[in-house]
Nanobody, 124 residues
């Protein structure tokens, strides 16, 4: 059984940086495309970033391009989301996700597994 466990988020100020991690267990992470989604209060869950199984392809939602970076370390079964220049509008619960194809995940399709979510709050 695949489990995804995110690191703790936190409360940061606008302009700060924060790195989230997600550890995969129950399956070798290199067999999974990985991604991050987020859900702000009163809004639907949205795609944030995805990375292919080997890490060679990445996808981002336009609103975070140039500020967030997704990466993975398959030796550690871990995927990361480095978030820089955080804005109050980045406040959300962030979810780690896994699927078969990163391009499909970027379309919010083909998600097979979800983490429990971690709260990120950015104060102005």
């Amino acid at each position: 059984q695949v489990q995804l466990v995110e690191s703790a988020g936190g409360l940061v100020q606008a302009g700060d940086s924060l790195r989230l991690s997600c550890v995969v267990s129950g399956r070798t992470s290199s067999t999974l495309a990985m991604g991050w989604f987020r859900q702000a209060p009163g809004k639907e869950r949205e795609f944030v970033a995805a990375v292919s199984r080997a890490g060679s392809r990445t996808y981002y939602v336009d609103s975070i391009k140039g500020r967030f970076t997704i990466s993975r370390d398959n030796a550690k079964n871990t995927v990361y989301l480095q978030m820089n220049s955080l804005k109050p509008e980045d406040t959300a619960v962030y979810y780690c996700a896994a699927g078969s194809v990163s391009g499909q995940m970027a379309l919010s399709r083909g998600i097979d597994y979800w983490g429990q979510g971690t709260q990120v709050t950015v104060s102005s």
